[in-house]
């Protein structure tokens, strides 16, 4: 059944404004991941978290793996419009190949 | 392209009938997996093929679903006598390390 909760369920924001949503877990994930989806299109990986406690950024996104290892947040700074989509946070039990744990998504929506 | 690529992109059945879809991994990627996400849903894991060995198959909900890989390419995910509940977007990803690339996913709609 599904592991991680992910909250909001969704956003309505103005352009930018900062955005903060996270993803928990009642079990230990050595990876965590953050995948965006477009409508129409395939989730595309945004960060890749692999220690505990990690604080990574790509451009104005920023995540960071919580040192329990079982949560972790995504912040966007000064959103856009093309950042409107659906987040999902995603877990790995190991390094490598193998199926992920998708959360439930965060639909972020922004208000004109 | 160097994309995942999945066929058809829609696809409208009957229920009770059998359907087939595709996905053509990017070249080189050992790994490809099959996920299930359903309308304002995260993605559900169906099955899983690494190389030869053999497929991981715990996420298929029924026997009704099955899904083979040729040669360790091209990927064919079949649902036989399709009941309404399958209605889906049926998404495809392939990865040589951790990162899974995802297809754009085939949309099914069983009436």
């Known amino acids: 059944g599904q592991q991680l909760n992910q909250s909001p369920q969704s956003m309505f924001i103005q352009e930018g404004e900062d955005v903060s949503m996270n993803c928990t877990s009642s079990s230990i994930f050595n990876t965590w991941l953050w995948y965006k989806q477009d409508p129409g299109e395939g989730p595309v990986l945004l960060i890749a978290?692999?220690?505990?406690?990690e604080l990574t950024s790509n451009g104005r996104l920023t995540a960071q793996f919580g040192i329990t290892r079982k949560d972790s947040f995504l912040n966007i700074s000064a959103s856009i419009p093309s950042d409107v989509g659906i987040y999902f946070c995603a877990v790995l039990s190991n390094f490598g190949n193998e199926k992920l744990t998708f959360g439930t998504g965060t639909r972020l929506t922004i208000i004109p | 392209g160097a994309g995942v690529s999945q066929s058809p992109s829609n696809k409208v059945t009957e229920k009770g009938k059998d359907v087939e879809l595709r996905c053509d991994p990017i070249?080189?990627?050992?790994?490809l997996y099959w996920y299930r996400q359903s309308l304002g849903q995260g993605l559900e894991f169906l099955i899983y093929?690494?190389?030869?060995?053999?497929?991981?198959k715990s996420g298929l909900p029924s026997d009704r679903f099955s899904a083979e890989r040729t040669g360790g390419s091209v990927s064919t995910l079949t649902i036989q006598r399709t009941q309404q509940e399958d209605s889906a977007v049926y998404l495809c990803a392939s990865s040589v390390l951790e990162t899974q690339y995802f297809g754009p996913g085939t949309r099914l709609l069983v009436l």
């Open positions: 070249s080189g990627h050992t790994a």
């Open positions: 093929f690494q190389g030869n060995s053999a497929p991981d």
């Open positions: 978290l692999y220690k505990a406690g």
